[in-house]
């Protein structure tokens, strides 16, 4: 789970073997933005968050919305833009326009 952030709350643990001594709760969500994953990630989309709100109507239009799985197939040759499937078809992304994807990998 290269570049995933932990998100939930923080504990610190005297004399914990984790890097600064800071552990995370069990369960706790693993999020990531949709351009970060890797071919043949299957991931749930958590959060879309662009301040247009033309962009965001467009993402729905095409059945990007929170609560709906996604899997990476492929990237273009050169990483530009991403195909996606999302539900029974595929969609094709830029990966600046996937940063403003909020996902979990399931």
């Not at 600064?20 to 709760?25: K, Y």
């Not at 069990?26 to 879309?48: H, T």
């Not at 239009?61 to 990237?75: A, C, F, S, Y």
């Amino acid at each position: 789970m290269l570049g995933f952030q932990k998100v939930g709350s923080l504990k610190k643990k005297s004399g914990c073997a984790c890097a600064n001594n800071v552990c995370f709760e069990p369960g706790m969500a693993v999020q990531n933005n949709l351009s970060e994953i890797k071919p043949g990630d299957v991931v749930e989309i958590l959060e879309i968050s662009t301040p247009c709100m033309k962009f965001k109507t467009r993402l729905l239009d095409l059945g990007i919305r929170v609560g709906k799985e996604v899997t990476l197939v492929r990237n273009a040759p050169m990483g530009d833009p991403m195909h996606i499937c999302v539900g029974n078809y595929d969609v094709t992304i830029r990966k600046s326009e996937a940063k403003f994807i909020k996902v979990t990998k399931k």
